[in-house]
């Protein structure tokens, strides 16, 4: 079974733009969240997303936004980027009412 | 609120050496723990986690881990360590009322020398 997919792998902008993120869940997983990992730090929650309903923000500002679609993938976007949104940003998975979380591999941003 | 603390940024064992990792937490109820690795450029591989009962929890790649409450720790053992075990490990915290919103340490770089 495949695990959690996430495209692009690495993505280089520069400050100002705009950014999308996506994630396939591991299939029969209805719940996606949403992680920043900046370099030298675990990972920050930035939000989950369960049957296309958000279930909980992390402390990130309103350029971060984030949807859920009917198959259950999520798309990350960020407005405005800037030099501190470079980080690896994970998407995990999981069963619902399960706090176990199954990770991707990320997707490298950097922005210049 | 939760938080996590891995006093240890790095740590060297010899190949075959034991291993403990340092985790403690804050968290007000009876927290959900969890211990993750993660391989260079790689996304994190859950190695155990402890919701409630046993203290003693066994994990994947022969990981072990105990929960002690008074002391508000979570250490993860390994009796032998492996080369292939050098990676970055990152201890957990969670609860029932915080979903899937797991707050991280800043993790513990692992180096194997032979």
Redesign the interface.
């Known amino acids: 079974d495949a695990g959690?997919t996430q495209s692009p792998t690495h993505l280089i902008k520069t400050r100002g733009q705009h950014v999308t993120l996506r994630c396939s869940p591991i299939s029969g997983h209805k719940?996606v969240?949403w992680y920043q990992q900046v370099l030298?730090?675990?990972?920050?929650?930035i939000f989950?997303y369960y049957e296309k309903e958000e279930?909980?923000r992390?402390n990130f500002p309103d350029r971060f936004s984030a949807r859920q679609f009917p198959n259950y993938s999520s798309e990350l976007n960020v407005n405005a980027l800037l030099l501190g949104d470079s980080a690896l940003y994970?998407c995990?998975s999981?069963l619902p009412d399960d706090?176990?979380?199954?990770?991707?591999?990320?997707t490298?941003l950097s922005v210049l | 609120a939760q938080s996590?603390t891995q006093p240890d940024i790095h740590i060297t064992v010899s190949e075959g050496a034991s291993l403990e990792l340092r985790c403690n937490y804050s968290y007000g109820a009876t927290p959900?723990l969890?211990w993750?690795v993660q391989s260079p450029?790689?996304?994190?591989?859950?190695l155990l986690?402890y919701?409630s009962g046993d203290t003693l929890v066994q994990g994947i790649k022969g990981f072990e881990a105990e929960f002690k409450r008074s002391q508000s720790s979570f250490n993860l053992r390994k009796p032998s360590v492996h080369w292939s075990d050098a990676a970055e490990y990152?201890c957990?915290v969670?609860g029932?009322e915080?979903?899937?919103?797991?707050?991280?340490?800043?993790?513990t770089i692992l180096r194997v020398k032979s």
Do not use: H, I
Request: a positive charge; glycine letters at 24%.
């Open positions: 959690v719940s969240s030298g730090q675990g990972p920050q929650f989950q279930r909980g992390g994970l995990a999981s706090e176990k979380l199954f990770f991707g591999s990320g490298q | 996590v959900y969890f993750y450029g790689q996304g994190l591989q859950l986690k919701f990152f957990a969670g029932m915080y979903g899937n919103k797991l707050v991280f340490g800043a993790g």
